[in-house]
């Protein structure tokens, strides 16, 4: 029998794919994940500087947890390191609570993380609302165009604030410092991208030629940075750099340090490390998803990835890094370049990390402003705008716009922690608004001395309410009537729903009547049963109030 625990099916899905592995397959993960390697150094860069961290600490953790999540997690094709989604929630953390702490909370997330996964609790992300996951993704999205206008714009702002208000304000301020060569070659880095994405598209005879074949299968994100770093080195530009603010990259592997940890610290670090768990398990699950769509690998297994993810984001926080989880855009360029298993993901580390420790004094001149670039076209292609557009919204319910609407407005104006939290409450209420709402008690027949309703639907705690009107008419009714409740299309029945029930047992019994169930569908039955109701109905005997 299976553990409840899940103990038994720790089983990585590398596992499974070296089964009938072979050279082939090899030399096809091997160039997917040198591809993926060479794409993900300067989204980790920019990603961590976004975050309010060095630059390292984005490297290293898509090396430590790319690796562990490839070599450990429930996807064939999934890579795994640092995601934009994590900026805004990094930034806040750091700014309110700093860096030891945020390490301290990641790994926590981490040990939630690998738990929600032993615990089988991995196919329940399902369960959030497609609204709330689109509201909050657009949110986020605005959120890190928004948080990237300070270095795109080349502006000199000492310490800029974590909310998003605040933000602007700082840099409203500080707009006299406007440098218009950090903002060339911010709008040139996204043109570009823009352009380099679109090579695919250009008239059939200019896209067979071979130069332009070739240059389509070089990463845009690796072109800018290599060129325009060039261009900004060359002409001495006077733009700030990953040296100007870091001092560049250290040579080197980090090595193992343990955060200041206590108890009481552990506490105060609940709601962040509450909101890095469920950003990483919602953000690795869809990612997943989607591989799973492109790849036409078998499906996932959601535990595992969740234990895999876990335990990247126990182990990296000790190494300086910081919440990792699944990324779309690299797993989306991994599929594509013919990434089959988590080899491609395991090579995908490798690669990053011989690039960096041969390249790390060259990173010292990569400016800021091509970073943010980067950033900003990210940030472009993460939101669903199509989402938001008026002929869009018609086609949505008024439960669904809400909810959408309401998780991107608390996600910009206030965090991701809020809007999820409101957005899956808010979700609740409509979902037993309308559930109560599919209840129905209609009178069938009235032919004394028998009273017949048939019920639909489900009596629970949000639908109970509407049987008073049958206990009202039972309250009126000539002595020595039969009620008669037709159950043939009651598909759930609850604690609160047994109360309504007896509510009208008592109110039959008072007027020497009698009252049947008739047709119970299984569930219905057996709650009855077990509730002891079904003897009460027989014996006639009402339930003992209680009090």
């Keep these: ?130 609204s709330i996951v689109v509201g909050f993704t657009n949110g986020i999205a605005v959120l890190i165009l928004l948080s990237q206008l300070k270095d795109l714009l080349g502006l000199s702002v000492e310490k800029m604030p974590a909310d998003v208000f605040s933000q602007l304000h700082a840099m409203a301020l500080r707009i006299g ?33 071979r130069a332009v074949q070739m240059a389509s299968r070089v990463p845009g994100p690796i072109v800018a940075l ?11 530009l006077p733009v700030e750099t990953i040296g100007t603010r870091f001092g560049g990259i250290p040579e080197g592997v980090p090595g193992f340090a343990l955060p200041d940890f206590s108890w009481e610290t552990v506490k105060q670090l609940v709601t962040p490390t509450l909101t890095i768990a469920l950003l990483g398990a919602i953000e690795s699950l869809l990612c997943a998803r989607v591989a799973d ?4 690998q078998p499906r996932h297994d959601p ?39 988590p080899v491609a993901g395991i090579v995908h580390a490798v690669t990053l990390m011989v690039v960096v420790l041969l390249a790390a004094p060259l990173a010292r001149h990569v400016p800021l402003a091509v970073l943010a670039g980067i950033l900003v076209f990210v940030g472009l292609n993460m939101g669903e705008w199509r989402e938001f557009t008026p002929g869009q919204l018609r086609h949505f319910s008024r439960h669904y716009r809400l909810l ?91 604690a609160t729903g047994i109360d309504a029930l007896r509510q009208l047992h008592r109110a039959v019994l008072a007027r020497d009547g009698v009252l049947r169930l008739e047709s119970l569908q299984p569930q219905p039955r057996e709650v009855i049963e077990r509730s002891g109701f079904a003897e009460e109905l027989a014996t006639g005997r009402p339930h003992a109030a209680e009090g």
């Design 303 to 341: 535990n595992q990835e969740l234990m895999a993810q876990g335990i990247a984001n126990i182990v990296t926080p000790f190494f300086g890094g910081m919440p990792a989880t699944g990324t779309i855009a690299r797993t989306v360029t991994n599929i594509r370049s013919g990434g089959n298993s």
């Design 293 to 296: 769509q492109l790849s036409g």
């Design 177 to 209: 410092t406007f440098n218009p060569y950090a903002f060339a070659l911010g709008v040139v880095c996204v043109a570009g991208l823009v352009l380099w994405r679109r090579l695919p598209r250009l008239p059939l005879h200019v896209v067979q030629t």
């Design 226 to 236: 290599v060129t325009l770093t060039l261009v900004s080195w060359g002409f001495a």
């Design 1 to 130: 029998m299976q553990s409840p625990l899940n103990l038994t099916r720790f089983r990585p899905r590398l596992l499974d794919a070296m089964a009938d592995y072979n050279r082939e397959r090899f030399f096809k993960d091997l160039g997917a994940g040198a591809t993926v390697g060479i794409v993900a150094l300067p989204l980790a860069m920019a990603f961590a500087i976004a975050s309010g961290l060095k630059p390292e600490a984005g490297i290293w953790t898509a090396i430590i947890a790319g690796f562990l999540i490839s070599l450990l997690g429930g996807s064939a094709v999934q890579i795994g390191g640092p995601a934009g989604a994590f900026i805004v929630i990094v930034y806040g953390i750091v700014e309110r609570y700093g860096v030891a702490n945020l390490l301290i909370a990641t790994a926590c997330a981490g040990v939630l993380l690998f738990a929600a996964g032993l615990f089988g609790l991995g196919r329940l992300v399902r369960f959030v609302p497609l």
């Design 404 to 494: 959408m609407l309401g998780t991107f407005f608390l996600t910009v104006v206030f965090d991701l922690t809020v809007a999820v939290q409101v957005g899956i409450v808010l979700a609740c209420a409509l979902f037993i608004r309308r559930m109560s709402g599919l209840f129905s008690v209609e009178l069938e027949t009235l032919q004394p001395p028998v009273l017949t309703y048939r019920i639909y639907g489900a009596l629970f705690f949000g639908a109970a309410a509407k049987l008073d009107e049958a206990v009202n008419a039972a309250e009126r009714a000539p002595r020595g009537m039969t009620v008669v409740l037709d159950a043939t299309h009651l598909i759930y029945l609850d």
